[in-house]
T-cell receptor
Framework: GESVGLHLPTLSVQEGDNSIINCAYS??????FIWYKQESGKGPQFIIDIRSNMDKRQGQRVTVLLNKTVKHLSLQIAATQPGDSAVYFCAENSGYSTLTFGKGTMLLVSP | DTGVSQDPRHKITKRGQNVTFRCDPI?????LYWYRQTLGQGPEFLTYFQNEAQLEKSRLLSDRFSAERPKGSFSTLEIQRTEQGDSAMYLCASNDRGLDTQYFGPGTRLTVL
C-alpha cells in the first residue's frame, strides 16, 4: 500500500544550527500533512501542519515546506536548541479520518 | 490540564491475562482515536470513534482487541489473552469533527511477560 517515509533516521546538529528533516510521501490523494515531535516516553506533540493547497507554512522557529510535484515534505527548525532533541514524525491524511505516520527521524542537538 | 489523558501510564502483565486501558479526550472533542506504537516505529491506527459510534477499525485490531466509548466521552481499550507481541505503547488521540489535527495523550506502555 501507499505509505509515508523518511530519508534519514538520525540527524545530529550543533546548538544554534538550522535543522532540516525530510519526508517522502507516495499517496497523491493526501491533502493534509502534520509534523509531530515525540520525546522519550511521551505521546506525539503537534508542531505544525499544512494543507495540499499550500507550499509553505511558518510557525515559531519552524517552517514546513510541501513539494507536491515530487511528493516531498520537510520540516525546518531554526536555531536548533537542545530541547528540540526528539523523534520527529510526519503524518498524512488522505481524506479519511485516520493518520498514516512515517517511521520517524531522531534529531540530536549537541550543546 | 485540558489535554488528552490516559491511564495507566505503564502496565506489566503476564501472557494470557486481560488488560484494559482508559482514555479521556479533550472535553469538547467528539472524535477519539487509538493507535499502537512499537519501538522505533510511527504510530499505527487501530480504531476511531465519533461520539459513541465506532466508525473504523484497522485490520491490526484482532478479535482479542475491543474498544468502547459508551457515553461518547472516555474510551476503553481491552486486550484479552495478551501475547508478547502486544507489548507496545498504546496512544489515544482526539479532535473535533471538521478539524484534522489530532492531539495525542501520553500513552500507556504495555509490557507482556
Amino acid at each position: 500500500g501507499e505509505s509515508v517515509g523518511l530519508h534519514l533516521p538520525t540527524l545530529s546538529v550543533q546548538e544554534g544550527d538550522n535543522s532540516i528533516i525530510n519526508c517522502a510521501y507516495s499517496n497523491s490523494a493526501s491533502d493534509y500533512f502534520i509534523w509531530y515531535k515525540q520525546e522519550s516516553g511521551k505521546g506525539p506533540q503537534f508542531i505544525i501542519d499544512i494543507r495540499s493547497n499550500m507550499d509553505k507554512r511558518q510557525g515559531q522557529r519552524v517552517t514546513v515546506l510541501l513539494n507536491k510535484t515530487v511528493k516531498h515534505l520537510s520540516l525546518q527548525i531554526a536555531a536548533t536548541q537542545p530541547g528540540d532533541s526528539a523523534v520527529y514524525f510526519c503524518a498524512e491524511n488522505s481524506g479519511y479520518s485516520t493518520l498514516t505516520f512515517g517511521k520517524g527521524t531522531m534529531l540530536l542537538v549537541s550543546p | 490540564d485540558t489535554g488528552v489523558s490516559q491511564d495507566p501510564r505503564h502496565k506489566i502483565t503476564k501472557r494470557g491475562q486481560n488488560v484494559t486501558f482508559r482514555c479521556d479526550p479533550i472535553s469538547e472533542h467528539n472524535r477519539l482515536y487509538w493507535y499502537r506504537q512499537t519501538l522505533g516505529q510511527g504510530p499505527e491506527f487501530l480504531t476511531y470513534f465519533q461520539n459513541e459510534a465506532q466508525l473504523e477499525k484497522s485490520r491490526l485490531l484482532s478479535d482479542r482487541f475491543s474498544a468502547e466509548r459508551p457515553k461518547g466521552s472516555f474510551s476503553t481499550l481491552e486486550i484479552q489473552r495478551t501475547e508478547q507481541g502486544d507489548s507496545a505503547m498504546y496512544l489515544c488521540a482526539s479532535n473535533d469533527r471538521g478539524l484534522d489535527t489530532q492531539y495525542f495523550g501520553p500513552g500507556t506502555r504495555l509490557t507482556v511477560l
